[in-house]
């Protein structure tokens, strides 16, 4: 039993159970493993971005570095969303500077268990090495399926994925079905993280505010409460931008991250006592200076304070250029109130 004799960091729990009477939310940041550390630097001069997700030891490595540089409250396995389209036969490269590009040749086709595993092995079995020897809990990560479509079928970034709404426009019928063969995958996959340990679990559906108005009801009732009603543990689940709150009343996952539009204590009122919240901190603000940064962290974080369900968070992922210091401060600030 992993944590034995160990003092286990019990704070991102209890949130998750609204049971957080603390004087202080948990805190972790979206992709707190990345480029603005120079640990992660020098091991990225060694290693490909892709070696360094297919690779048990240095999975664990790199989960444990932010852990120990700034004392967060949870640990998120390192990998990346798009690893899960290589089970469906699609190659995946990395490029600095160009960031992602997918190659898929013939018909998506369901895929399996042991399919899944077979590929995907060094990121749980990692998550099951990171149980034995973390002290926070360990949250696993999935992409949704309408967010992994966009970068199967546009084969890279963008911010409109035009390729994926024509097929859309083109047949409803085949956008679907192409959507619930990724869904079965996603769900396989979070099973096996859940399976490997993980406390939790966040969904990345940073593109779904693309999707029209007329098919977001479709896919929320025919993916993402599938995806929430199938899974065995804890979900969180985040998109980069969200319109419309009301939105999210439809999704039955156990809580939330929010982008920057959207004020906490208004999502509160809303989504109800119940959930849990997480976020919703700009990442540009911590490339400003670190008194101004405190002044921020503190601002969110105390109309939320007395909050048992909230976890301090970005709105989106940390930026490659934020200085450390910033990020010391903000935990800082946090674990000092
Ligand atoms: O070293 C490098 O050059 C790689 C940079 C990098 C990193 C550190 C990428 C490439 N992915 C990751 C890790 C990653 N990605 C994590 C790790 C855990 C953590 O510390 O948080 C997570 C959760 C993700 C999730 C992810 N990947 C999302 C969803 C969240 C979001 O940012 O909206 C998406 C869309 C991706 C795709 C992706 N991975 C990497 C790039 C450059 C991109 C494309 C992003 C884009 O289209 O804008």
């Not at 852990?67 to 490029?95: P, Q």
């Not at 969904?203 to 025919?222: G, H, R, S």
């Not at 101004?292 to 909230?310: C, G, L, N, R, W």
């Amino acid at each position: 039993m992993p944590f034995e004799g160990a003092s286990m960091n019990k704070h991102f729990l209890d949130a998750l159970s609204n049971e957080n009477f603390s004087s202080r939310p948990p805190v972790w940041l979206m992709r707190q493993a990345g480029r603005y550390m120079h640990e992660y630097q020098a091991i990225r001069k060694k290693h490909t971005f892709l070696d360094l997700c297919y690779n048990e030891e240095l999975i664990c490595k790199v989960t444990k570095m932010p852990i120990d540089a700034f004392g967060f409250d949870a640990a998120i396995v390192f990998s990346d969303i798009l690893l899960l389209l290589e089970v469906f036969g699609v190659k995946l490269s990395f490029t600095e500077g160009v960031g992602p590009r997918l190659y898929s040749e013939g018909i998506l086709r369901a895929i399996d268990k042991e399919q899944i595993h077979k590929k995907l092995s060094p990121v749980y079995n990692a998550c099951r090495l990171l149980k034995e020897d973390l002290s926070v809990p360990l949250i696993g990560f999935a992409g949704a399926p309408f967010t992994l479509l966009c970068y199967l079928i546009d084969g890279k970034s963008s911010t409109h994925f035009s390729k994926a709404l024509t097929l859309l426009e083109k047949s409803r019928e085949e956008f679907f079905r192409q959507l619930i063969l990724v869904k079965d995958a996603v769900i396989l996959h979070i099973h096996a993280q859940f399976e490997a340990g993980c406390d939790a679990v966040q969904l990345f559906d940073t593109w779904m505010n693309l999707l029209p108005k007329a098919v977001i009801d479709e896919y929320i009732d025919t993916i993402l409460v599938d995806i929430c009603k199938n899974v065995t543990g804890p979900l969180l689940f985040f998109s980069k931008s969200i319109s419309d709150i009301s939105i999210l009343q439809k999704i039955p996952a156990q809580g939330f991250s929010l982008p920057a539009n959207y004020a906490l204590t208004d999502a509160r009122r809303v989504l109800g006592k119940d959930v849990v919240l997480q976020g919703n901190f700009a990442p540009e603000l911590l490339l400003e200076d670190s008194s101004f940064v405190v002044e921020q962290v503190k601002k969110i974080a105390q109309t939320m304070q007395h909050d048992p369900s909230y976890i301090f968070n970005l709105a989106h992922g940390i930026l490659p250029n934020t200085p450390r210091k910033n990020v010391e401060m903000l935990v800082q600030t946090i674990k000092n109130l």
